[in-house]
């Protein structure tokens, strides 16, 4: 099976590699590309533990072909920090224990970004039904939400990301 | 969890889609959203040698008004679906099942067409479609054909759709006034399908119903018309009385597979109920309440 050659952006920097039709959009974020921030949980895309932020929507890169990725622009939580100041949502997370093992954090961190652009200013409700393809078998939710809240009022009075 | 090894293709037209899928013949299989063929892929239990992806196809999305009907490209996502102010005006059933399916990643993936073709009893469009009167542009090598929903699902993930052929477009008839409508799903939780589900769709002339539509998901090998239960309203002023009879004939033709959502028996009582639920939510609607 020969090899495809696929280039993206991935946080910003476009990316060249060769893929097999077959990879994964996760295993090749992972092994090839060495961005390991981006976990591998449940592989049937319940979980939510892979999610990335592809062509400006959440999906779950367990179930996205790498070569889907060709020509698009590819987020992971390597990319949250800008110049060494994390983003809210990771300054929300700590703040508030929105973690405990942290296994689930970087899907939490890439969905509820892209959540709150897509919904600046959630109810609690809002954040629940919006991260409704993110588990988490430690927190019990209810840290995330407040962290995810947090990061909300904080990004409405900066005026960032 | 890795896939088999494949050839790909991702087309930008849909010619150029039907011609692979001509020449490629049944070792072909088309992917959409990629939700259940790539999972299905990863655990082996599809192991298509070649591989059409129609992602690059924009002519394939998209949501406009024609005529009476509303037409929606098939590979229009989930989430497009229920962002969509025409359908939640002009079709508004559609949108509030859509809601119901998977979770918001999936919803920017899965597509109505995936959905529809998959021919997954477990699926939720099948049965909004028989709700709703939708009717399905099919293209082959030879053309394009219109296939009713109603006779376009005839077993566990076999449909009228054939080998060379591709689903286009999803048409449905902009409701009338006086219509109301409800898809009541029961699942186990965010993401799960259906144990059982639901979907109405009627009319009312005064009090009186004039057509209604009742479909099931997930409660036989493919999404069911419940008839029957139509015909026993159709002409009636509908009260808790009837409703039950109606829940009772829709159970009569209920043939769920038992599995970790239930055994026959619970699944069939439950697509009962939510015919009730669906009945009762669509009357009020359309009541105006």
């Known amino acids: ?83 060494g100041t994390l983003h809210p949502l990771q300054e929300g997370f700590m703040q508030e ?41 430690c927190t019990g939710y209810m840290n995330i939400v407040k ?10 009075t900066t005026g960032g990301k | 969890m890795i896939p ?15 011609r692979l899928l001509s020449k490629l013949g049944d070792e072909a299989k088309v992917l959409a959203g990629g939700h259940s063929l790539l999972p299905m892929m990863k655990m082996r239990f599809a192991n298509p040698k070649y591989l059409i992806d129609l992602n690059r196809i924009d002519k394939l999305r998209g949501i406009r008004e024609q005529g009476g009907m509303i037409h929606i490209g098939a590979m229009t996502t989930e989430n497009d679906l229920i962002a969509s102010k025409l359908l939640q005006e ?36 099948p049965a909004v479609m028989l709700a709703s009167d939708a009717v399905f542009v099919l293209q082959g090598p030879g053309g394009e054909r219109q296939v009713p929903a109603d006779g376009f699902f005839h077993g566990l993930y076999y449909t ?46 005064g009090n009186t119903c004039k057509k209604i539509n009742i479909a099931l998901t997930n409660a036989a090998p493919t999404a069911l018309r419940a008839k029957e239960a139509e015909a026993l309203l159709t002409g009636k002023v509908i009260d808790e009385a009837l409703i039950d009879q109606a829940a009772q004939k829709a159970m009569a033709i209920c043939d769920p597979a038992e599995d970790q959502r239930g055994d026959r028996e619970y699944k069939t009582h439950m697509a009962g109920e939510m015919t009730r639920r669906a009945i009762r939510q669509a009357l009020a609607r359309a009541r105006g309440k």
């Open chain 1, 1 to 83: 099976m020969a090899n495809k050659p696929i280039s993206f952006t991935l946080n910003g920097e476009q990316v060249e590699t060769l893929v097999e039709t077959r990879e994964l959009l996760i295993h090749v974020l992972r092994e090839q590309l060495r961005q390991t921030g981006s976990h591998i949980g449940c592989e049937t895309s319940h979980c939510g533990a892979c999610t990335v932020d592809l062509n400006g929507k959440s999906v779950k890169s367990c179930t996205v072909l790498a070569v889907q990725a060709d020509g698009g622009k590819v987020l992971t939580v390597e990319g949250l920090a800008q110049n």
């Open chain 2, 90 to 125: 002009k079709c508004p059933l559609l949108p509030e099942a859509a809601k119901l399916i998977a979770d918001p990643q999936v919803r920017n993936c899965g597509t109505i067409g995936g959905d529809i073709a998959h021919g997954d009893p477990g699926n939720d469009h």
């Open chain 1, 147 to 156: 962290a995810v809240q947090s990061a909300a009022k904080k990004i409405q």
């Open chain 1, 97 to 137: 224990h929105g973690l405990q093992c942290g296994f689930c954090t970087p899907g939490m961190l890439m969905r509820s970004y892209r959540f709150l652009q897509e919904n600046p200013k959630p109810t609690d409700d809002e954040v629940r039904m919006g991260m409704s393809g993110n588990l988490c078998r």
């Open chain 2, 4 to 18: 088999g090894t494949f050839d790909y293709h991702a087309p930008s037209t849909v010619d150029e889609a039907i």
């Open chain 2, 160 to 205: 009228e759709l054939a080998s060379d052929e591709l689903l286009t477009e999803i048409r449905i008839p902009v409701i009338s006034k006086g219509t109301g409508y409800a898809y009541c799903k029961l699942k186990r939780k965010t993401g799960d399908f259906a144990t059982a589900a639901a979907a109405v769709q009627l009319q009312l002339d």
